[in-house]
């Protein structure tokens, strides 16, 4: 089996070709500079060049606050990007997974999500993911949409590495405490993709590791587990302020998981210990790794 996995150069791009190739599958990562997916015909030539079984479609515009300024990329990224891949698919007879988020819904109330809730998108990020949901959905018999969210891995940057970079700079850090959703490691979520991708059990499916904290507490976690001592306040999203909405509630039910046989990610607390100390074995210390 083949697979074409877009954003390689990403966090989660990058951990799934590592998986794949782990398990024999043979994993063809490409970036912009190899197949641009704003680019249609570029798109096919790749795809058809490359002629994979499936296709693992993690690159996207996620600069969720610049967004709101340069929504015309954004939507070319998210929303048209997944509908290039996806014709294409669809000539080839081919598999697709879209990787999705929580911000398709409107982050109100206090019960997890279940994947077939109506979306309400109060972003343009949130919005043009949601389009790029649709785009494969309305093309596509063969496809996986996989919402996650508080992506966190060794390539690019994230939460882990933006606090334990404060930290070198600041005795006092303020941290959201009234947005609530879970944390996900790349690496566990590609280990999903990859059980994942050699099935047919097509849909729509959350996946996170299991548990869920506010941003406030994840920090707190964080330097614990890095052996950090700083300052952290809580504060609420309004006194924090930022361009574009946040959703308050971004908590997923991943029960669907369970009912179509896939096995769940950890406890985000499990994934965070493990990411720390990888962070620590590549750099010596794991604030040390943010170069």
Not at 110 to 119: I, K, L, T
Not at 209 to 232: K, L, T
């Amino acid at each position: 089996m083949k697979i074409l996995v877009t954003g390689v150069a990403g966090q989660l791009g990058h951990d799934v070709v590592e998986e794949l190739e782990k398990r024999g599958i043979e994993a063809v990562g490409v970036d912009i500079g190899e197949m641009d997916i704003t680019d249609r015909d570029g798109v096919e030539a790749c795809l058809r060049r490359t002629a994979p079984d499936g296709v693992i479609h993690c690159a996207a515009y996620t600069a969720v606050d610049a967004a709101e300024e340069n929504e015309e990329l954004c939507r070319r990224i998210n929303g048209e990007g997944p509908r290039n891949i996806a014709r294409v698919c669809k000539a080839m007879d081919i598999k697709m997974i879209q990787i999705s988020t929580d911000y398709v819904f409107d982050g109100r109330g206090e019960r997890p999500w279940e994947p077939g809730d109506p979306c309400c998108p109060q972003s343009v990020y949130g919005q043009t993911k949601y389009e790029g949901e649709l785009a494969v959905q309305e093309t596509l018999d063969k496809y996986f949409i996989v919402r996650t969210a508080w992506v966190f891995g060794l390539n690019g940057k994230n939460f882990v590495k933006t606090m334990l970079h404060l930290a070198k700079t600041h005795h006092t850090i303020r941290v959201v405490n009234d947005q609530f959703g879970s944390p996900t490691y790349t690496r566990d979520l590609a280990r999903l993709l990859a059980d994942m991708v050699v099935t047919d059990k097509y849909g729509i499916y959350h996946a996170t590791n299991e548990g869920d904290c506010s941003w406030y507490e994840f920090a707190c976690a964080i330097f614990r587990e890095a052996g950090v001592s700083v300052n952290v306040v809580p504060v609420t999203t309004a006194e924090y302020g930022a361009k574009a909405s946040r959703p308050a509630n971004s908590r997923m039910s991943k029960e669907k998981l369970t009912e179509m046989g896939f096995e769940r990610l950890p406890s985000w607390q499990d994934a965070l210990h493990r990411y720390v100390q990888q962070l620590k074995e590549i750099a010596g210390d794991p604030e040390d790794s943010l170069g």
